[in-house]
């Protein structure tokens, strides 16, 4: 017989377990089903099946999970919820039969822009430097390590054409991805089909730009037609996606040429994927961090002209740490995560590892943007101009003599003064950063981030949306076929995060609304911020946050590998952000180094 309506909500009915009658009837259940607006929805037999194998709710069950919770209930007050608890459970049951895809985001989407703060205006421009003394040289795998600006010239003056270019790449590939271990999957037969077009378009005086010819490395969560995407973990090796990431596309447009989808740490974590461990170019003892492992040590390594990567919480700026890269995390919104993997919907971003910020500057030109599929993607004015830099450059990596132009000029540039003036165990090579950009004459202001709230307690986030992410993995048991397996990995955290109360995740983003606004308030005097990349709370802070940042070497330990400085600019200010950025990087030398073994 059906169930009656609970006492303390007329319009509800009970779930068939919710009283101790006999078991409902098919019809009665299915009418149970409708009043909850899952009729039509499910395969008649299905959830009536798991259900009938589901454990009762009890009020002893309530009050150890309100333990969980942090909560305490009465007895009468658990034994009120009971009825509704169990409900929230069979709509659980029933939303676990709609098969969800990884590429399907939420109703809702994270929002950066503060209602009180207007959308910058303008138009965007890229004018890339150009230099009148690029020679190709005798020995063409010389170019292998020179940045995109000056590869470009090559091919812009017909020294060099893509084809020769994509050859030597896929020859350096083969011969060290293996020692790196930063290869999936190599894409030779696009690569030579987008090598031989732009061959000919170039020869018939179609240039498109400054990515026209050049080959470049993505990291295996962008989806590729025709070729495995698989995020580098097990349950998906075999995974193959029928779309192009808008990223992939827009590179195409631009006529950069697809060479190999390189590794990251599984379902971006960490340096650990399915085929071993990515290897830091300057030792290769060492893992080469994460999540970006593959394209920041094959860009490093000379082994692509750049590389694409992703961040959601230090996948960018770590790996570019460990390895001395260049690397681009770009305001959250500038740049569309249309077919790439999704880990946390509010905290994804896409973005370049490059040899120069420069570099950085003229891939994120090309993959800016709107596009119609990702809707938190937008279109924002972005202006670079290759030819002010504040500083003449030398050697391999300098910029065109004279430069002069956009440079710092109008820009109010902070330091994080707290995190400069630390106590360190090791060498300080952070403070000497601070002395180059006095000496360029900027004019420093000391800032300091706000610490009032607990921004720590705000990786509730990630958590709850990479259980959501992968919800399947989890559930199907799937999960165990991950590598990693400790108490940091990610099928802890997937199973983990099934305790986060959905009012609690709630919560965190109404914290993080507070978190937007006192970082606003406290950036409010300046457009870009010199920092330590790993202030306390930095990374956690200004992912949540999406401002920009840019990180690159600032020096060397007495082992030989390299550390990093980062520029975090305001939001939106991300060519702000590589300006400043790249005035330092002009006057130092860091950046031009190459690790033995790969030269």
Request: charged share 20%.
């Amino acid at each position: 017989m059906p169930d009656q309506p609970a006492a303390s909500s007329p319009s509800a009915p009970l779930s068939p377990r919710a009283q101790d009658t006999d078991p409902l009837d098919r019809r009665s259940f299915l009418a149970w089903t409708s009043s909850l607006g899952l009729a039509g929805t499910l395969f008649p037999g299905v959830l009536w099946a798991r259900m009938e194998g589901q454990e009762a709710i009890t009020s002893q069950m309530l009050a150890e999970a309100a333990k969980v919770a942090g909560l305490e209930f009465t007895e009468e007050e658990r034994e009120m919820m009971v009825a509704s608890v169990d409900r929230h459970r069979d709509a659980m049951l029933a939303l676990r039969e709609v098969k969800i895809s990884n590429s399907v985001p939420p109703a809702i989407h994270f929002e950066p822009q503060l209602p009180r703060t207007p959308l910058p205006v303008g138009e965007s421009r890229c004018v890339p430097s150009r230099r009148a003394d690029i020679r190709r040289p005798e020995r063409l795998e010389e170019v292998a390590f020179w940045p995109v600006t000056h590869l470009a010239e090559l091919i812009r003056t017909r020294q060099v054409t893509p084809s020769e270019l994509t050859g030597m790449y896929l020859e350096r590939l083969k011969r060290h991805g293996p020692t790196l271990e930063c290869v999936v999957t190599l894409t030779e037969e696009l690569a030579w089909r987008q090598a031989r077009r732009a061959d000919d378009e170039i020869a018939a005086g179609n240039y498109r730009g400054p990515l026209h010819g050049i080959p470049w490395g993505a990291k295996d969560l962008l989806a590729v037609q025709g070729y495995p995407t698989t995020w580098g973990a097990p349950p998906y090796q075999n995974q193959v996606i029928d779309d192009d990431a808008t990223v992939v596309t827009r590179l195409e447009q631009a006529g950069a040429i697809l060479v190999a989808k390189l590794t990251l740490g599984s379902l971006a974590q960490g340096d650990v994927w399915f085929g071993g461990m990515t290897r830091n170019p300057w030792n290769l003892e060492q893992g080469s961090s994460g999540s970006s492992a593959g394209p920041a040590a094959a860009t490093v390594a000379g082994l692509v002209g750049f590389g694409i990567g992703s961040e959601t919480l230090g996948s960018i700026v770590s790996p570019a740490t460990r390895c001395g890269a260049t690397g681009l995390r770009p305001s959250f919104g500038r740049v569309s995560r249309a077919g790439a993997m999704a880990l946390s919907w509010s905290m994804d971003k896409l973005g370049p590892l490059c040899r120069s910020v420069e570099d950085c500057a003229l891939v994120l030109h090309a993959i800016q943007g709107a596009d119609g599929r990702d809707s938190t993607a937008r279109d924002v004015g972005f202006d670079w101009r290759g030819d002010g830099g504040g500083t003449t450059g030398t050697g391999a990596f300098g910029a065109m003599a004279g430069a002069t132009g956009l440079g710092v000029q109008g820009l109010r540039v902070g330091y994080l003064q707290s995190a400069f003036e630390r106590e360190r165990e090791g060498p300080d090579f952070d403070t000497p950063v601070l002395e180059v950009l006095r000496r360029e004459g900027v004019e420093l202001i000391p800032v300091e981030l706000p610490d009032a709230l607990p921004t720590g307690a705000l990786s509730i986030i990630l958590s709850a949306e990479a259980g959501a992410a992968f919800d399947d993995l989890t559930r199907s048991g799937r999960d165990s076929l991950l590598v990693r397996q400790g108490p940091g990995a990610w099928p802890n955290t997937f199973r983990s995060s099934r305790m986060i109360p959905a009012v609690e995740y709630i919560q965190a983003n109404r914290v993080r609304t507070l978190i937007m606004e006192a970082l606003d308030d406290a950036l409010s005097q300046i457009d870009v911020l010199v920092t330590p990349s790993y202030a306390p709370n930095l990374l956690l802070m200004t992912n949540l946050t999406g401002h920009p940042t840019v990180v690159l070497p600032n020096g060397f330990t007495d082992e030989g590998t390299p550390v990093s400085i980062s520029f975090v600019g305001g939001l939106w200010k991300d060519a702000e952000a590589m300006r400043v950025a790249r005035l330092y990087q002009e006057a130092t030398d860091f950046h031009r180094s190459r690790p033995e073994g790969f030269v």
